[in-house]
C-alpha cells in the first residue's frame, strides 16, 4: 500500500482534495520545505528495493509495518541509526513523510544522512 505522502506524490494528492490553484502552490511549497542538517540542506532517499518495502515502527524487521512504498519512490531522510542488520548493514533511516523506519539495505540516500 502506498500512502502517497513522498516526494513524487505531493501534487497529485493534492489535486484530489480540490483545492484551488493558488492553494495548491502554497502547500505544494509548504510541504517540499526542507528540513536542514546543518548546511547541507534536506537529504533525500529512493526506495531501491524491488517490491513494496515495509516502513516500521522501529528499526528492525519484526516491527509493526506503518505503511509501504513503492520502488522509486522518494521520501526525506531525517536521520539514521543502527538496528537489526539486514544484508550486511545495521544502518536504518528515519522516513519524514512515511513516519517510520526502512532499512539502508533498501533505501539509496542521496547525501549524509546524520545520526539521530
Same mark, same amino acid.
Given at each position: 500500500m502506498h500512502t502517497g505522502r513522498t516526494r513524487r506524490a505531493v501534487g497529485a494528492?493534492?489535486?484530489?482534495?480540490? %483545492?484551488?490553484?493558488?492553494?495548491?502552490?502554497?502547500?505544494?511549497?509548504?510541504? &517540499?520545505?526542507?528540513?536542514?542538517? #546543518? $548546511?547541507?540542506?534536506?537529504?533525500?532517499?529512493?526506495?531501491?528495493?524491488?517490491?513494496? %518495502?515495509?516502513?516500521?515502527?522501529?528499526?528492525?524487521?519484526?516491527?509493526?509495518? &506503518?505503511?509501504?512504498?513503492?520502488? #522509486? $519512490?522518494q521520501d526525506r531522510l531525517e536521520c539514521k541509526t543502527h538496528g537489526q542488520n539486514v544484508h550486511g548493514t545495521s544502518w536504518w533511516y528515519w522516513l519524514h513523510g512515511a513516519r517510520g523506519w526502512a532499512s539502508a539495505a533498501y533505501v539509496d540516500a542521496e547525501g549524509h544522512v546524520p545520526d539521530c
Open positions: 494528492g493534492l489535486l484530489t482534495c480540490g %483545492l484551488s490553484v493558488g492553494s495548491i502552490a502554497m502547500a505544494v511549497t509548504a510541504a &517540499a520545505a526542507p528540513a536542514h542538517h #546543518g $548546511d547541507d540542506g534536506p537529504v533525500w532517499g529512493t526506495v531501491t528495493s524491488r517490491i513494496e %518495502l515495509n516502513i516500521r515502527d522501529e528499526p528492525n524487521l519484526r516491527a509493526d509495518v &506503518a505503511t509501504s512504498l513503492s520502488p #522509486g $519512490d
